[in-house]
């Protein structure tokens, strides 16, 4: 299958590599159906500032088709359409637990520690993963993540109902 596989600062290939094959207990392979170009993947090309593994394939703003699940993957079946979250958490420390993933002690992101969406298919661990609409333009699902940052901003303003509000 082709995939971009960043090599270095500045040095992103579009490769034949295989695919990923079955996957493990409480993963999902997907078919990438779209994938977006976030600033941070921008800025990890031009400064290399998170490769962490090397080569790694990039993008974290995707949207895909489950086409195999490993053991103990329930909540998905063949042929649901998902998007992913770009935080890759562990589930074990204690602020997983707490359900915090955000400050997870072993925080990383898909595309960095995993292999992430710009390539024909993809894996990552089933918690990550949310189902949309299938009706939905997996090109629209793929901008998830952007949306999420958005309206988190948004929330965490608070304005009262009604307020003016200015966006500049």
Known sequence: MKAARLHAAGDLRVEDVPSPGEPAPGWVRLKVTAAGICGSDLHNFRTGQWISRAPSVVGHEFAGEVTAVGAGVSQFALGDRVVADSRFW??????????????CARLGFVGEICDGGFAEETQLPARLLVRHDPTLDPAIAAM??????????VRRL???????????
């Open 90 to 103: 562990c589930g074990e420390c204690p602020a997983c637990q707490a359900g915090r993933h955000n400050v």
């Open 144 to 153: 998830a993540e952007p949306l999420a940052v958005a309206l988190h901003a």
């Open 158 to 168: 608070a304005a009262p109902a009604a307020a003016p509000v200015l966006i500049a």
